[in-house]
């Protein structure tokens, strides 16, 4: 269960402000790069995750360890380039990769979204504060999943989440950052596929 509220999630963070057809995906953020020590809490259970995004958002990934003592430890890997997604999982510097899919929410954006996005997703900015130093906007927005609304709760800073609260089938989900490198160079690992 863990697993598949990570993996909404990070799909949902990688994703949530990728740009309509109509802007320019190669500045979907306000800062070239990024490296992103964030911690996803579910159901009392907090991991440790890290993103790296570049090219101003037109590579991103989001990566986080499954530790088994005495079995097995590999790295989870969603990995976006554009608007396709890869699940990429690492063994001992061994890459598996599923299927390529498509973006969930392709449109979606809080960087200036049209009107048409804004409807679609009911964003709504609710306010501002500070998070982890930086002046954020407040936003929330809905996305449906297997005929479920979800409504998140999102901290935004030129373009990149750095807070969200969101529920899921009855659970809490809290995802929040705890370090922020901006304009940093990022290890190519960090987009990598195949071996």
Known sequence: MKHIAFTLFAALLLTATLPSAAQDATHRYGIKSGIIKLISSTAGVDTPETQ????????ESIVYTTDIPGVVKYDNWVITIGNTMYGVSVTEDKRNYGKPSENPVPDLTFNNPSPEVAAKYNIKEVGEEKFLGRNCKIF???TTQRRTTITHKVWIYKGVIL???SKIRNRDVLIYA?????????PAYA?????
């Not at 987009?191 to 071996?195: P, S, W």
Request: cysteine-free; hydrophobic content about 30%; overall charge negative.
């Open 52 to 59: 790296y995004f570049d090219d101003y958002g037109a590579k």
């Open 140 to 142: 929330t927005y809905e």
């Open 163 to 165: 807070k969200q609260q």
């Open 178 to 186: 705890t370090d922020f490198q901006e304009n940093v160079a990022i």
């Open 191 to 195: 987009f990598q596929i195949k071996d």
